[in-house]
């Protein structure tokens, strides 16, 4: 079970499988918008030009 620092508990099961194994993540997916102002500046772009 993942826990999201935000939103709590959450449980996601992975439908994938390799050589059996089903792939864990040592965190949740980041929030809708959480890394937009990284993205936007990696890129050299203001909120204008999205």
Not at 28 to 45: D, I, Q, S, T
Request: proline share 6%; charged share 30%.
């Amino acid at each position: 079970m993942a826990f999201h620092t935000r939103a709590g508990r959450l449980l996601v099961r992975s439908p994938i499988r390799i050589d059996g194994a089903t792939p864990t993540a040592d965190k949740a997916a980041p929030r809708v918008g959480e890394h937009n102002e990284a993205v936007l500046k990696e890129f050299n772009l203001n909120a204008k030009e999205r």
